[in-house]
Every structure is written in C-alpha cells, then in structure tokens.
C-alpha cells in the first residue's frame, strides 16, 4: 500500500514557474514508477510525465517536453514536478500515482497506476 499526498499547486501568471511534490508513505516505495497527470475542467485526465522507480530514466508528454523536469528522491520518498514557462492551457488538477510496469511507455496510461493522490490546482492566468 502507497499513500500520495500532492503539494506546491497554486495560481501563477504566464510564463511562469512552480514546483509540485509528491510525498510518498508506505512500503516499497523505491519500487514503484511515479507518474504525474493533469485534469482540466471538462476533459479527461491527462498523462504529463513519469519517472522509473530509480530515478534514471523519464517520459514526458510531447505538450510539456522540455518545460516540465521529473525528479524523485527515494531517501525521502518524495518525487517533483518543476514546471517552467506555464501555460494557460496547463491549468488543471495534477495528480500523482504510482505504479509497477516494465516498459515505461505504457505508463501513459492511467490503467497502468495502482495508487492516486488527491490532486492539487495549479492556475496560470493568462
């Protein structure tokens, strides 16, 4: 069992930047890849970016490829989310999940995750 707990949402101007994290409790949590996704108001739930369980290896959705960086830090079993030159169109809920699965690639799929976290907004004005 892994418990999620998402921080760091807020309202930015374009352009700007935030960092969310991700606070992991429970067993085994080096062994999970954690991924991030994104709800707007209206549309599904998104996939953004994903890092393997040891931190070595990172996807990101083509929409936030080189403006968001995926991170984690086992020891503390934390993972962030730094996104730079927000966006209005990235407002939206984010959340965390974790899930175990060998290719990374199919963790674009929100089937692929076992636990989610509750979210947390994150507003850019325009």
């Known amino acids: 069992q892994v418990q999620l707990v998402e921080s760091g949402g807020g309202l930015v101007q374009a352009g700007g930047s935030l960092r969310l994290s991700c606070a992991a409790s429970?067993?085994?949590?080096?062994?999970?890849?954690i991924g991030w996704f994104r709800q707007a108001p209206g549309k599904e739930r998104e996939f953004v970016a994903l890092?393997?369980?040891?931190?070595?290896?990172?996807y990101y959705a083509d929409s936030v490829n080189g403006r968001f960086t995926i991170a984690r830090d086992n020891a503390s079993n934390t993972v962030l989310l730094k996104m730079n030159s927000l966006k209005p169109e990235d407002t939206a809920v984010y959340y965390c999940a974790a899930g175990q699965f060998g290719t990374l690639r199919v963790g674009e799929g929100r089937n692929r995750y076992d636990y989610w976290g509750q979210g947390t907004q994150v507003t850019v004005s325009s």
């Open positions: 890092i393997s369980w040891n931190g070595i290896a990172t």
């Open positions: 429970g067993r085994s949590f080096s062994s999970y890849v």
